[in-house]
């Protein structure tokens, strides 16, 4: 959308398909939607694509390796909550599999503690 | 094309710990700042649909074509060494993208309340709603140049704060500074964390 070809507008005119177009509309993310920093991973079994739309490719493509949904947003410069209308697509067709905090192999205060000694090494 | 499959990269990597903090603090306190002297900034906007969010605080009869709004977020990642990452979000400043942060306070490890003493009471708002919602937070005094020395008690005064929440002074664009502020943070999160645990300890 942004990316590639000739380009007449700058980005700051915005992009030329308003982003609620290529989620159709649908402003509130669906159930499966992932959350914020929500971890999201292609699933290990292949899926279909049929129907998807080149923007669900391009996440789908952007999260073979684990990814947080936030960062998604910002690497495809895409707003926030179209990523997460789009992520939602893609784990109602199991492509993509989300881990959220909770899935987290840590606890709570382990977390706490490695942000802790993290910041003081920094 | 009806048939095309989608074959993901073989062995599936180990997904990162991640977790955030955030960044509160009244309409240009200095929350860019604090995020850019820490951590890598990179670029977030989310889109809202205007029409629900603004309720009763927007005149949209004038601009009825204008259905979406954008909202830029201060977005900050710190990756740590033990493969930790600290995503950093600002709060957007304006009271009617309010509804945003139940979202973005969810599964926080904490939140800094960046203040500036010209202007206190910007502030009052971010510390009800953590407050309200049992988030641990601190709050940051960001000194400008022109703005009067309090002590940390005045402010704490100010703010009505209890007694346990940290308040610091703060250079929102030093390094080292903003690094105090967020070690403050994760040490109080990390004790309001472990007094509870004890206390469930307790009660059992």
């Keep these: 959308m942004t990316s590639g070809g000739e380009q007449w507008l700058d980005r700051e005119a915005g992009p030329v398909v308003r982003p609620y177009a290529l989620i159709k509309g649908r402003t509130r993310p669906p159930s499966t939607a992932p959350g914020l920093i929500d971890v999201v991973t292609a699933a290990g079994e292949a899926g279909y694509l049929v129907g998807l739309g080149p923007e669900h490719r391009r996440l789908l493509s952007l999260c073979r390796k684990p990814v947080a949904v936030a960062d998604l947003a910002s690497d ?47 | 094309m009806a048939f095309e499959r989608y074959e993901p990269a073989a062995g599936l990597a180990a997904a990162p710990i991640v977790t955030k903090l955030l960044i509160a603090g009244g309409f240009g306190v200095g929350k860019t700042t604090l995020v850019g002297a820490i951590s890598e900034v990179r670029p ?65 490890l904490g939140a800094i309340v960046l203040a500036d003493t010209r202007r206190l009471a910007d502030c009052f708002s971010s510390v009800d709603y953590f407050e309200r919602r049992d988030t641990p937070f601190v709050v940051a005094a960001n000194h400008f140049d022109d703005s009067p020395r309090y002590s940390h008690s005045q402010i704490r005064d100010a703010l009505d704060l209890d007694l346990d929440v940290p308040v610091l002074l703060c250079d929102a664009r030093k390094r080292e500074s903003v690094k105090e502020v967020l070690i403050a943070s994760v040490a109080h999160s990390l004790a309001r964390h472990r007094a509870r645990a004890t206390l469930t300890t307790q009660r059992d």
């Design chain 1, 76 to 122: 495809t410069d895409l707003p926030l909550g179209v990523v997460r209308v789009l992520l939602g697509d893609l784990r109602e067709r199991r492509l993509i599999v989300v881990a959220g905090s909770a899935d987290q192999d840590s606890s709570e205060e382990s977390v706490l503690r490695s942000v802790l000694d993290g910041l003081r090494a920094l």
């Design chain 2, 44 to 108: 977030l906007r989310t889109e809202e649909d205007l029409s629900e969010v603004s309720v009763g605080i927007d005149d949209t009869t004038t601009v009825a074509h204008k259905r979406t709004t954008t909202v830029a977020m201060d977005f900050g990642r710190i990756t740590f060494p033990s493969g930790v990452v600290l995503y950093l979000f600002g709060t957007p400043g304006q009271e009617r993208f309010w509804f945003m942060w139940d979202e973005l306070a969810f599964g926080a």
